[in-house]
C-alpha cells in the first residue's frame, strides 16, 4: 500500500464520531487491517476496521489491536460504548454508521489515486476465479498485472485487493462476486472499472435471488457501471448474452467458442486441453470444454490490449490452476479430479460434460456433495442433476449430503443402476477405496460447505 492522509481516504465518507480532528488532520495511513492476528507488532500508520459479521465481531479485537500499536480504529458508531477510548492514547477513533461499507468506500478513493491504472471487474455464476486467473496470465506477458488473490470477491476481499495496488501497475483485474442483491453494484460502485467480463450466467446462489433472470440483472450491474469508453466482455454461448448486451454505454466484445475465430480444440485430456489458436498449438492445464471458454475470454481480452497471438499463447501455458479447481491426485494406481471448492448447477453440469468428452479408458466416477444456496429450487437442481448423469459416460454415482438424496433418488427413478448416497465421508471414502480399480477415475464436486476435499486425505489413509 502506498502511503495515503486519512483525509484523502475518507473523502466523502460521513464520519458519526471523531475524538481528535488535529490527529485526523495529520494522520498518514500506511496499511489497513481487518484482523489483528496479521497485524506487526508496532508498525506504524495501521488503521484498523472493526467488523461485525454473523459469527465474529471485530469491536472485541479493538484492545488486542491496540496493544499492537494500532494507532487509528473504524468502528461501527453503535457499538461505541464496547471501544476503549481512554486507553487509545495517541488513537485516532473513527466512528461510521457501517464499516463494512465504509471499508469499501475508503478503497474506492485509495484507487482514485492511480490515473493510469486500468481497472477490470469480473463476475459471473462460475469460473469466475480461473477466468481471472487466465487474463491475469496473459496479460501479464506484456503488462504488470496486481490481481485478486484465490477468491477474494467481496467487500473484505476486494478491498485487501485494492491496497495492494502500487505505482506502476498497469492493470488491476478483481473478481466480484455476489449471493445477495445489491452486491455488485457496490463491489462496481469501490472498483469503478472501466472494463468488465462476465462469465455465464446460471442459477447459482438462487436461493437468494428467486429466479435466473434476476441473476443476471444483478450481475449486469457490473456493466450499467461501465463508461462510454469501456469495454463489455461477455460469453456469446451463454443464453443471456443478448440481455447482458442490450442498452450499455460500452463497447461490446464477445468470448466463446462460437466468437473467437481459429480457436480449435484438439484433444481434451484428464488435466490438460490442447487446443489451436491461429495456427498455434496450446497446452492449457485446465480440463474441460468449459474451461477452453474460460480461456477463449482471455484471448479476447488479451487481443483487444494489443498482446500478439504469441503471448497470449504463452501466458495460457504458463496459467495454473488453483488447488480444488481441477487439480489432479494419484493414489493407488487411480486419479481423482478435485473440483470439491465450489458448486453449483452450471459448474456441475460442466464436470459431467467434463467425463463425457475426455479420452479416456478407465471408468468413470462421479462423487456429488450437495449445491448450496439454491433455496427453494434445491430439490428442483439436484433431481436435475440426475437427468444428465444418466445420460452421461458416467459409470458409478455417490452421493453424500442431504440435498443428494433428491439426486440418488430421481436416478433410481430413471433406471441408473450404479448409485449410492453416504452419509458421510468416512463411508464414502470406504467404499471408493473398495471399489475403484487401477486406471479409474474419480471427480469431486460438492459446494465449500461440504469439505469434500478432505476425502482425498481420508482416502489415502486407507
Same mark, same amino acid.
Given at each position: &500500500?502506498?502511503? $495515503?492522509?486519512?483525509?484523502?481516504?475518507?473523502?466523502?465518507?460521513?464520519?458519526?464520531?471523531?475524538?481528535?480532528?488535529?490527529?485526523?488532520?495529520?494522520?498518514?495511513?500506511?496499511?489497513?487491517?481487518?484482523?489483528?492476528?496479521?497485524?506487526?507488532?508496532?508498525?506504524?500508520?495501521?488503521?484498523?476496521?472493526?467488523?461485525?459479521?454473523?459469527?465474529?465481531?471485530?469491536?472485541?479485537?479493538?484492545?488486542?489491536?491496540?496493544?499492537?500499536?494500532?494507532?487509528?480504529?473504524?468502528?461501527?458508531?453503535?457499538?461505541?460504548?464496547?471501544?476503549?477510548?481512554?486507553?487509545? $492514547?495517541?488513537?485516532?477513533?473513527?466512528?461510521?454508521?457501517?464499516?463494512?461499507?465504509?471499508?469499501?468506500?475508503?478503497?474506492?478513493?485509495?484507487?482514485?489515486?492511480?490515473?493510469?491504472?486500468?481497472?477490470?471487474?469480473?463476475?459471473?455464476?462460475?469460473?469466475?476465479?480461473?477466468?481471472?486467473?487466465?487474463?491475469?496470465?496473459?496479460?501479464?506477458?506484456?503488462?504488470?498485472?496486481?490481481?485478486?488473490?484465490?477468491?477474494?470477491?467481496?467487500?473484505?476481499?476486494?478491498?485487501?485487493?485494492?491496497? *495492494?495496488?502500487?505505482?506502476?501497475?498497469?492493470?488491476?483485474?478483481?473478481? &466480484?462476486?455476489?449471493?445477495?442483491?445489491?452486491?455488485?453494484?457496490?463491489?462496481?460502485?469501490?472498483? *469503478?472499472?472501466?472494463?468488465?467480463?462476465?462469465?455465464?450466467?446460471?442459477?447459482?446462489?438462487?436461493?437468494?435471488?428467486?429466479?435466473?433472470?434476476?441473476?443476471?440483472? *444483478?450481475?449486469?450491474?457490473?456493466?450499467?457501471?461501465?463508461?462510454?469508453?469501456?469495454?463489455?466482455?461477455?460469453?456469446?454461448?451463454?443464453?443471456?448474452?443478448?440481455?447482458?448486451?442490450?442498452?450499455?454505454?460500452?463497447?461490446?466484445?464477445?468470448?466463446?467458442?462460437?466468437?473467437?475465430?481459429?480457436?480449435?480444440?484438439?484433444?481434451?485430456?484428464?488435466?490438460?486441453?490442447?487446443?489451436?489458436?491461429?495456427?498455434?498449438?496450446?497446452?492449457?492445464?485446465?480440463?474441460?470444454?468449459?474451461?477452453?471458454?474460460?480461456?477463449?475470454?482471455?484471448?479476447?481480452?488479451?487481443?483487444?490490449?494489443?498482446?500478439?497471438? *504469441?503471448?497470449?499463447?504463452?501466458?495460457?501455458?504458463?496459467?495454473?490452476?488453483?488447488?480444488? +479447481?481441477?487439480?489432479?491426485?494419484?493414489?493407488?494406481?487411480?486419479?481423482?479430479?478435485?473440483?470439491?471448492?465450489?458448486?453449483?448447477?452450471?459448474?456441475?453440469?460442466?464436470?459431467?460434460?467434463?467425463?463425457?468428452?475426455?479420452?479416456?479408458?478407465? +471408468?468413470?466416477?462421479?462423487?456429488?456433495?450437495? &449445491?448450496?444456496?439454491?433455496?427453494?429450487?434445491?430439490?428442483?437442481?439436484?433431481? $436435475?442433476?440426475?437427468?444428465?448423469?444418466?445420460?452421461? +459416460?458416467?459409470?458409478?454415482?455417490?452421493?453424500?449430503?442431504?440435498?443428494?438424496?433428491?439426486?440418488?433418488?430421481?436416478?433410481?427413478?430413471?433406471?441408473?443402476?450404479?448409485?449410492?448416497?453416504?452419509?458421510?465421508?468416512?463411508?464414502?471414502?470406504?467404499?471408493?477405496?473398495? $471399489?475403484?480399480?487401477?486406471?479409474?477415475?474419480?471427480?469431486?464436486?460438492?459446494?465449500?460447505? &461440504?469439505?469434500?476435499?478432505?476425502?482425498?486425505?481420508?482416502?489415502?489413509?486407507?
Amino acid at each position: &500500500m502506498v502511503a $495515503k492522509s486519512i483525509e484523502e481516504l475518507f473523502k466523502d465518507i460521513h464520519i458519526d464520531f471523531l475524538n481528535d480532528k488535529k490527529l485526523f488532520e495529520r494522520f498518514v495511513v500506511k496499511s489497513v487491517s481487518t484482523d489483528t492476528r496479521v497485524i506487526e507488532d508496532g508498525k506504524k500508520g495501521v488503521v484498523f476496521f472493526a467488523l461485525k459479521g454473523d459469527n465474529f465481531d471485530g469491536h472485541n479485537f479493538v484492545k488486542d489491536a491496540l496493544s499492537k500499536g494500532v494507532e487509528a480504529v473504524v468502528f461501527n458508531v453503535q457499538s461505541i460504548d464496547t471501544i476503549p477510548l481512554s486507553r487509545g $492514547k495517541n488513537v485516532l477513533f473513527i466512528g461510521v454508521e457501517d464499516t463494512y461499507r465504509a471499508l469499501g468506500l475508503v478503497a474506492r478513493n485509495y484507487l482514485r489515486g492511480f490515473k493510469r491504472l486500468k481497472k477490470f471487474g469480473l463476475t459471473g455464476s462460475s469460473g469466475k476465479t480461473t477466468t481471472r486467473g487466465l487474463i491475469q496470465s496473459v496479460l501479464s506477458q506484456k503488462y504488470s498485472v496486481v490481481s485478486s488473490k484465490k477468491s477474494y470477491n467481496n467487500i473484505v476481499g476486494v478491498s485487501k485487493t485494492a491496497f *495492494e495496488v502500487e505505482e506502476g501497475y498497469d492493470f488491476y483485474v478483481q473478481e &466480484m462476486g455476489t449471493n445477495h442483491p445489491g452486491e455488485i453494484g457496490f463491489l462496481s460502485k469501490i472498483v *469503478e472499472p472501466g472494463f468488465g467480463l462476465i462469465t455465464n450466467i446460471g442459477p447459482a446462489h438462487i436461493g437468494f435471488f428467486g429466479s435466473v433472470e434476476s441473476i443476471a440483472k *444483478e450481475k449486469k450491474e457490473l456493466l450499467n457501471c461501465l463508461p462510454k469508453n469501456g469495454i463489455a466482455f461477455l460469453n456469446r454461448d451463454n443464453e443471456y448474452f443478448d440481455f447482458l448486451s442490450s442498452g450499455l454505454k460500452a463497447k461490446v466484445e464477445a468470448f466463446g467458442l462460437s466468437a473467437i475465430d481459429e480457436l480449435k480444440i484438439k484433444r481434451l485430456n484428464i488435466e490438460k486441453s490442447l487446443v489451436n489458436y491461429k495456427n498455434i498449438d496450446i497446452e492449457i492445464k485446465l480440463p474441460g470444454r468449459h474451461n477452453v471458454v474460460n480461456a477463449s475470454a482471455a484471448i479476447k481480452v488479451g487481443l483487444v490490449f494489443g498482446l500478439t497471438h *504469441e503471448e497470449i499463447a504463452k501466458g495460457l501455458e504458463s496459467f495454473v490452476p488453483a488447488p480444488g +479447481r481441477g487439480s489432479i491426485h494419484r493414489i493407488g494406481g487411480f486419479v481423482i479430479v478435485d473440483e470439491s471448492y465450489n458448486a453449483n448447477p452450471i459448474s456441475v453440469e460442466a464436470s459431467i460434460n467434463y467425463l463425457n468428452d475426455i479420452d479416456f479408458a478407465g +471408468r468413470r466416477y462421479f462423487v456429488f456433495g450437495d &449445491m448450496a444456496e439454491l433455496g427453494e429450487w434445491s430439490e428442483y437442481y439436484h433431481r $436435475k442433476v440426475a437427468e444428465w448423469v444418466a445420460n452421461s +459416460r458416467i459409470d458409478y454415482f455417490y452421493t453424500v449430503g442431504s440435498e443428494t438424496r433428491y439426486t440418488n433418488s430421481e436416478l433410481n427413478k430413471l433406471g441408473f443402476k450404479n448409485t449410492e448416497h453416504f452419509d458421510s465421508l468416512e463411508h464414502l471414502s470406504i467404499a471408493l477405496k473398495e $471399489k475403484v480399480s487401477e486406471g479409474d477415475l474419480v471427480l469431486i464436486k460438492g459446494s465449500r460447505i &461440504m469439505g469434500l476435499e478432505r476425502l482425498i486425505n481420508l482416502i489415502e489413509k486407507i
